[in-house]
């Protein structure tokens, strides 16, 4: 089992920044990517951002140029670095990992860490 474990948010006023961390830890033996998703109350759960093993990012276009994700394979850490931040930010925001062992692949979900962007 591969636990998850974030870090970092909170409330923020419009324009300012804030940093997620998560870690994961357990059974992980390969990671093959993290990423960051984030709900909205009454919205579906989106992609935010997501960092392969090998380094290649993707990210939202609502966030392109102003978030930043990044990992750090030696600790089974994904970061992602919030600037400018918008009022429409404000989400729960999860921390998911995927990889395998065993031969098998697996993936979870971290709990989730609010985030509040007032305007």
């Known amino acids: 089992q591969v636990q998850l474990v974030e870090s970092g948010g909170g409330l923020v006023q419009a324009g300012g920044s804030l940093r997620l961390s998560c870690a994961a830890s357990?059974?992980?033996?390969?990671?093959?990517?993290m990423a960051w998703y984030r709900q909205a109350p009454g919205k579906q759960r989106e992609l935010v951002a997501r960092v392969t093993s090998g380094g290649t990012t993707n990210y939202a276009d609502s966030v392109k140029g102003r978030f930043t994700i990044s990992g750090d394979n030696a600790k089974n850490t994904v970061y992602l670095q919030m600037n400018s931040m918008r009022p429409e930010d404000t989400a729960v925001y999860y921390c998911?990992?995927?990889?395998?062992?065993?031969?098998?692949?697996?993936?979870?979900w971290g709990r989730g860490t609010q985030v509040t962007v007032s305007s």
């Open positions: 357990g059974s992980i033996f390969k990671l093959n990517a």
């Open positions: 998911y990992a995927e990889g395998y062992i065993y031969g098998s692949d697996w993936f979870n």
